[in-house]
């Protein structure tokens, strides 16, 4: 049995004993491909072959999230790759991805007053969401309107809110060991408009359209580095198209009960690659 680290929150987050209670399912499936996953603090990492799937919480200290991937030793795996992680950490990635001609949500990265105000112009709409360029799970985020003050967040971003969220919903597509896995749909509860299912959403299974693949296609082509595992999540814009608002590539929920054996290609793909 080849040993994995498998990055867990600091033992002092308050979801180490949640993250816990999930990882027998991961722990099975990577048995059974050869590998022995040995859940570890994230803090306490660097020194074995590791997955970064249940690194929760890296976003409440991400100078020292930087630091470890920064000081990762070359050579040793660590999935998904330190640059791609150190890419995906800050939301900034959607101004690049934006840059290399993929479908975005659009996003500002500016919470001054006057940007805020202009923003609305800008997008064309009357409302906004903002949230840190740091976050995980919906975390810090707001819907603001003409008027609002935007009360302190740490490198705030500015982007348009879109109603789609809470009619059509937002789908998250799932690439692991260079395929498309599967896919889910996302639709969040009655006057709301936050997906995740702590705030009532619901999921279910569901078959990207061409439209969904070519963009995620594009979004996977435009990374520093090809992701073992990625879950690129799409929204509908105000001009109709569907748009990247998040490439998760560091600890993503992956779903893996609306694929088919999904743990069991990851923990192939990953025997593969070491």
């Known amino acids: 049995m080849w040993p994995i680290d498998l990055l867990m929150p600091s033992p002092g987050d308050a979801h180490a004993a949640l ?12 048995a059974r491909a050869g590998l022995a996953l040995r859940p570890r603090a994230w803090t306490e990492a660097g020194d074995s072959p590791a997955l970064a ?3 929760w919480g890296y976003h409440l200290d991400v100078e020292r999230w930087l630091a470890l991937l920064e ?4 050579g040793l795996p ?14 900034t990635y ?21 940007a805020i105000e202009a923003a609305f112009d800008l997008f064309g709409v009357d409302e906004l969401v903002a949230k840190p360029q740091v976050s995980a799970s919906s975390d810090g985020i707001l819907r603001l309107k003409r008027g ?21 919903g937002e789908y998250a597509i799932f690439h692991i060991g260079g395929v498309l896995s599967h896919a889910i749909r996302k639709t969040a509860a009655a006057g709301e408009f ?13 078959r990207p359209d061409a439209e969904a693949r070519a963009v995620v296609e594009a979004a996977l082509a435009a990374t520093p580095a090809e992701p073992l595992y990625a879950r690129i999540d799409l929204l509908r814009r105000l001009d109709g198209r569907l748009a990247v608002a998040e490439f998760e590539a560091i600890e993503p929920d992956l779903y893996y009960a609306y694929g088919e054996r999904v743990l069991h290609r990851l923990a192939q793909a990953m025997a593969t690659s070491l």
Request: proline share 16%; no cysteine.
């Open 53 to 55: 799937l249940f690194a």
């Open 78 to 91: 660590l999935f998904n790759p330190p640059p791609l992680m150190r890419w995906n950490t800050r939301k």
């Open 19 to 30: 993250a816990a209670e999930q990882v027998g399912a991961y722990v099975e499936a990577f």
């Open 94 to 114: 959607l101004a690049e991805l934006e840059a290399a001609g993929v479908p975005t949500v659009p996003t500002r990265f500016d919470g001054d007053p006057a």
């Open 148 to 168: 609002d003050t935007l009360p302190p967040l740490a490198e705030p971003m500015i982007q348009p809110f879109l109603p789609a969220v809470q009619t059509e």
């Open 71 to 74: 000081g990762w030793p070359p």
């Open 194 to 206: 936050r997906v995740q299912p702590q705030f009532g959403g619901t999921n279910r299974r569901w």
